[in-house]
């Protein structure tokens, strides 16, 4: 497996050399961090250098999705219409939503029972129309906000089939391999949810709160390369007018 820089230097030594394609990244963060900003400047930075950007929304309307991400400089109309992102809007699907900008994708009959065959097909058509031969950049925004609407124990289940359909399409398909982050507020989701993504990720970093305001400590507590080597006392970690700066702590 190909070894891929996070366009961030020092992010890419914290683990070891980088991000190995088709894995899984865990951010985990608390309600007030700004820490979930990283997995967008990983998306950014990789869409320069050729990736497209997969967000699976399923916590909020695109709106305030909007506004959020405006915060961090991270423009969605621009990068839809330039055909670099798309949204797969599971919150809007649930809620019977329906958006005229066409890098927007909804399912209005998807449901909790129906989620992974629906979820499976619009990712094939966004595959089809939209990525082509690049390589996805995937967010999952948020798994806290899919456990609830899925409920926890349905969703663990799910995201078992759907790791079981990414290795089937890893044998089948020769295509680019995927990077796949995963959000998740800890003051959201249960000890346990937070243990099985863990299980699930080949990469963990977690944010905690920091002496100085606006910073959080960035620990890296996982990471499947040989190069890895922990750090007790972590990174700093804050963003500057939308744009994440990350320094080793003192």
Do not use: C
Not at 207 to 222: I, K, N, Y
């Amino acid at each position: 497996m190909k070894v891929l820089s996070t366009g961030i230097p020092l992010l890419d030594e914290a683990l070891g050399g980088g991000l190995l394609e088709d894995s899984n990244l865990l951010i985990i963060y608390d309600t007030y961090s700004r820490g979930w900003a990283l997995g967008f400047e990983i998306m950014r930075r990789r869409i320069d250098m050729g990736d497209f950007g997969v967000i699976l929304d399923s916590v909020l309307p695109i709106t305030p999705l909007r506004m959020e991400l405006g915060a961090i400089n991270f423009d969605i109309d621009r990068l839809g219409n330039e055909r670099k992102i798309t949204v797969i809007d599971i919150f809007s699907s649930f809620h019977g939503l329906k958006y005229p900008e066409d890098y927007i994708y909804t399912d209005p009959t998807m449901d909790a029972s129906t989620f992974l065959p629906k979820y499976d097909k619009l990712y094939k058509r966004v595959l089809r129309e939209r990525i082509g031969d690049r390589r996805p950049v995937g967010i999952d925004v948020t798994v806290d906000g899919m456990a609830f609407l899925l409920g926890e124990k349905n969703f663990i289940r799910v995201f078992q089939r759907l790791m079981a359909l990414k290795e089937r399409a890893r044998i089948a398909e020769k295509r680019k391999r995927p990077i796949n982050i995963l959000l998740l507020n800890k003051n959201r989701a249960s000890e346990e949810l937070v243990s099985w993504m863990a299980l699930y990720s080949q990469y963990v970093i977690e944010f905690e709160p920091a002496e100085s305001p606006g910073e959080d400590r960035l620990f890296v507590r996982g990471s499947p390369l040989p190069e890895f080597i922990p750090s007790e006392k972590g990174y700093i970690f804050r963003l500057i007018r939308g744009r994440v700066e990350i320094e080793k702590a003192d």
